[in-house]
């Protein structure tokens, strides 16, 4: 039976953020410092790149552990304020296919949400600039959530469309869109071309390397 709804990550699955965060990032830093007068350094795009997927809070104590916890809040605030300006300036973009899935699943009559542990102001964001909200029956974010578990959103997205998870799958790139997909009994869809190896996608049911294979695979399934 083909699945009835199909939930997706936003960071490293529907948007290809990169570009954004890395200036996002350097962009706050250099304001951190000039308003302080402080001396951080900009993370490697190791460190920057490595934390995405977390939430806002988990993200800045990831990119800035040598960070004070009370300047945390202020240096995330100055990295939203930069990722919403460069989206803005057309920096970043939806992986190829995206909207061309969204379409054909919405159009055979598959649900759509979204489950992200970015925050709301930028899920909303993006769903916005790029015209693509249109196509989710609910979209949900850990912040807004009041919750850290992937599972959970998932969760809760299920019980408000009224969807059993064995007709559901979560496709995401990170290792916690694997592990909320198990918990929640959905099934879960590694997504290769985001920001997690193969290696860390090792509790997917299935692999998919671009928009077109998940396109074909949600027309195949199972």
Request: with cysteine; glycine share 12%; net charge negative.
């Amino acid at each position: 039976m083909k699945p009835s709804l199909v939930i997706l990550d936003l960071d490293g699955t529907l948007y290809s953020s990169t570009a954004t965060t890395l200036g996002a990032v350097e962009r706050a830093v250099h304001d951190f410092n000039e308003k302080r007068g402080a001396s951080v350094g900009v993370p490697t795009q190791e460190r920057i790149l490595g934390a995405v997927g977390s939430t806002r809070e988990q993200y800045t104590a990831k990119v800035f552990p040598e960070l004070p916890e009370a300047d945390r809040g202020e240096m995330n605030d100055l990295i939203w304020h930069w990722e919403r300006e460069l989206v803005d300036g057309g920096k970043g973009c939806l992986y190829p296919g995206a909207v061309d899935m969204l379409e054909v699943a919405s159009g055979e009559g598959c649900l759509l949400a979204v489950a992200t542990n970015a925050g709301t102001g930028y899920m909303n964001h993006i769903l916005d600039y790029f015209g693509i909200r249109k196509y989710f029956a609910d979209a949900r974010c850990a912040g807004a959530e009041g919750t850290t578990d992937k599972g959970e959103l998932i969760s809760r997205i299920l019980e408000n469309l009224g969807v059993d998870p064995l007709h559901a799958v979560m496709a995401g790139d990170r290792i916690t869109d694997m592990q909320g997909a198990r918990s929640s009994g959905v099934w879960a869809v590694g997504c290769t071309w985001g920001f997690g190896s193969k290696g860390e996608l090792f509790a997917a049911h299935r692999f998919v390397d671009s928009f077109p294979e998940l396109t074909e695979l949600l027309r195949t399934w199972p």
